[in-house]
């Protein structure tokens, strides 16, 4: 998953990376007035945390190496069905036009 | 019987928009502007400024020059809406994109690129400027001004209903897992298509609303369109911007030049696969695949799409725009995101491996062109509409594939939708809420959470990943692989029963998760319903577009807790621009 720090001794305790993360990976500990990086888990790299701090102290690492989805056959789900033809036909052809 | 006050914590307004990204507070402040008496709240999962998706991707903002907006109409309808265009409304939006920037441009939002914006698109009048990346916060920060109120860190989970007219909407705190229950008069829903979480940041969609909507009994059209596939790095996972026009097959074939005599005899197949964003290069990837030609790389050297004019003013990863086109935010979120990526190349070689990276983009809520859905009181903006919506055809969301219409359409249906529902809650009282309706609803959205033991969100998802992510199921269509494709999702479905969420944000992802099984299960029957081929709707077994029998929509709709599956009848007769009356294919150039 991917990794997320900041330097706690540098943060004014702005908010700004709380009301960034629009995924709810980043929670706020009121009473530290610092940021708990809650849900790593569900980070997506989108850098808003990172944008928005106002002490450009926050670093996300994205984890390149996880698990990526089937892109063209669905292996893992089943092999029992009908293979794709090679020689396809043109897709977009309309005889109507 | 449990009374609301005792189920959790209660709300009343006049209008509740779910979701603030840039339709949800577009129709809040129209709202506002159309009847200010009326009271408005926003409720989203994310704080104000940060939801939605507008805010990840270029800030494109696309308009259409005065006269241009017949040519518009013809082309979208043309060529990418492949005749199931609903022109009428089409044609409101052509007329009205000028309009809509000097309505957002007076809430604050700043234009760049205003004095020469870039003419766009080689076969019709077509004009780019951009927006910087925080453009929602300067809406946000006009919402305050307007005494809008905002929920935050709330996930509404359903629509709350009397017969067939909304009364409300309730979810939970994200934070504290209490329950929500708001009382309105009426309810926009504008939180967001359904990307399946595949596209990790690009997919923000998660399909709530669709979700919600469907349940209550709102009606949905297009979803068998919301099939949008982009260009990945295998190392990075993210968006390869111009990978499209640069790919070769393992044998060094150029598969870009294989592919363009198949592309509609359309000369537009510039970078991106064109303007219009062209979604057949994935299906040469796969087939190159199955003829054992893969993997598919792009060749670096070729590709300098980033370097180019537009690629610095309109998605600027490398370098810096030009003065005029400089947007601080963007400038420094496309910075970053390119950096990144750097670190992930396992090599540097010239070829780089690319695969199809499915984002799906269903949008297949239903609304009229005043933004009302079937459902009385339950208004639409925004991607959880933009198929539903019928206006861009047979394409995935945002509408029509054109490069800039995502934010602009947001913005043209969230003013829309907020003056229709104000005229709509300035003349109806409160309805009542169902106590009894509530509870079943709270039981079972918070399963998940009473559940002891059972599936990880995680696991169950990834399945669905699977499902709609493989080409042969949701790309290259065919009747035999999507009834298994459908099979699969039905098992997923089954699955729920058993899904855990030990903390309020892991039932977030159980809804989520609810909403991504029934959002496939909707692409799949829609999908299978559609015997022909038309848009972006490719199918192995049924190559060709059927003017006689599918110039309609597919409409599904629950009844009973089973998914109807119907065709729908289009008005073509009100309609101008007909296959029978295209002009002679342009030569490709």
């Known amino acids: 998953m991917n990794t997320i720090k900041y330097e706690p001794d540098l943060c004014t305790g702005c908010k700004n990376c709380y009301n960034a993360c629009w995924l709810d990976v980043i929670r706020w500990d009121e009473e530290a007035e610092r940021p708990i990086f809650a849900y790593p888990e569900d980070c997506v790299e989108c850098n808003f945390c990172e944008i928005s701090c106002s002490e450009h102290i926050i670093k996300v690492s994205p984890d390149f190496s996880k698990t990526w989805p089937e892109t063209y056959v669905a292996s893992t789900l089943n092999k029992e069905i009908p293979a794709p033809s090679e020689t396809p036909a043109n897709p977009h052809s309309h005889p109507a036009e | ?589």
């Open chain 2, 1 to 589: 019987m449990t009374s609301l006050s005792e189920m959790g914590q209660t709300f009343e307004t006049d209008i509740l928009i779910v979701g603030h990204g840039s339709a949800g507070l577009c129709a809040a402040l129209s709202a506002k502007d159309a009847n200010p008496k009326l009271d408005v709240m926003t409720v989203d999962k994310s704080v104000v400024g940060f939801g939605g998706k507008a805010n990840k991707g270029g800030g494109h903002c696309s308009f259409i020059p005065e006269g241009g907006e017949e040519a518009y109409v013809e082309y979208q309808t043309r060529n990418l809406g492949d005749y199931i265009s609903e022109e009428h409304l089409l044609r409101d939006y052509a007329s009205n994109t000028r309009a809509t920037i000097e309505r957002v441009e007076g809430y604050g939002v700043q234009f760049y690129g205003k004095e020469k914006p870039f003419n766009a698109h080689p076969m019709i009048p077509w004009s780019m400027m951009t927006v910087d990346l925080d453009f929602m916060q300067v809406l946000g920060r006009q919402c305050r001004r307007k005494k809008v109120r905002h929920l935050e860190k709330v996930s509404i989970t359903d629509l709350l209903t009397d017969g067939d007219t909304i009364v409300g909407a309730m979810g939970f705190s994200m934070l504290t897992g209490e329950v929500i229950i708001i009382k309105s008069k009426a309810v926009i829903m504008a939180n967001g298509g359904q990307n399946w979480r595949i596209m990790r940041m690009w997919s923000s969609g998660r399909g709530d609303g669709i979700a919600a909507a469907y349940r209550a009994g709102a009606k949905m059209r297009n979803a068998e369109f919301g099939s949008f596939i982009n260009m990945i790095s295998a190392d990075h996972h993210m968006v390869v911007y111009g990978a499209e026009d640069h790919l070769y097959n393992a044998k060094g074939e150029s598969l870009t030049e294989f592919a363009r005599p198949h592309m509609k005899d359309n000369p537009n197949l510039g970078a991106l696969g064109g303007v219009d964003l062209g979604g057949n290069h994935a299906l040469f990837m796969f087939w190159e695949n199955q003829k054992g030609n893969g993997p598919i790389y792009q060749n670096k050297l070729e590709n300098g799409f980033a370097t180019s004019p537009i690629g610095r003013n309109l998605g600027p990863e490398i370098g810096t725009a030009d003065p005029e086109w400089f947007r601080p935010v963007a400038h420094d979120f496309w910075h970053r995101l390119h950096e990144k990526k750097q670190t992930a190349f396992k090599n540097d070689n010239v070829m780089q491996e690319i695969l199809p990276g499915f984002v799906g983009e269903c949008g297949p809520l239903y609304v009229d062109r005043s933004m009302a859905s079937n459902l009385k009181g339950l208004f639409a903006a925004g991607d959880v509409c933009a198929c539903g919506n019928g206006a861009t055809g047979a394409v995935p969301t945002p509408p029509g594939r054109n490069r800039g219409t995502g934010i602009m359409w947001s913005w043209f249906m969230g003013l829309r939708a907020g003056e229709s529902a104000a005229d709509y809650a300035g003349n109806t009282e409160f309805g009542q809420i169902n106590e009894d309706q509530a509870e079943q609803l709270r039981a079972d959205t918070f399963a998940p959470l009473e559940r002891v033991g059972g599936l990880p969100v995680e696991s169950v998802l990834n399945e669905l990943k699977d499902v709609m992510s493989a080409i042969e199921f949701s790309g290259w269509k065919h009747e035999a692989r999507m009834t298994k494709a459908l099979d699969i999702v039905l098992g997923l479905k089954a699955k729920l029963n058993d899904v855990v969420a030990p903390d309020p944000h892991y039932l977030m992802s159980a809804n989520e998760l609810r909403s991504g099984v029934i959002c496939a299960e909707m692409f799949y029957r829609a999908a299978l319903e559609r015997k022909e081929s038309r848009g972006w709707m490719i199918r192995e077994d049924y190559p060709e577009r059927d003017d006689v029998n599918f110039r309609k929509n597919v409409v599904l709709q629950d009844k009973d807790g089973e998914m109807s599956v119907t065709l729908e009848d289009l008005p073509i007769e009100t309609y101008k621009y007909h296959p029978d009356n295209a002009p002679a294919p342009v030569a490709a150039e």
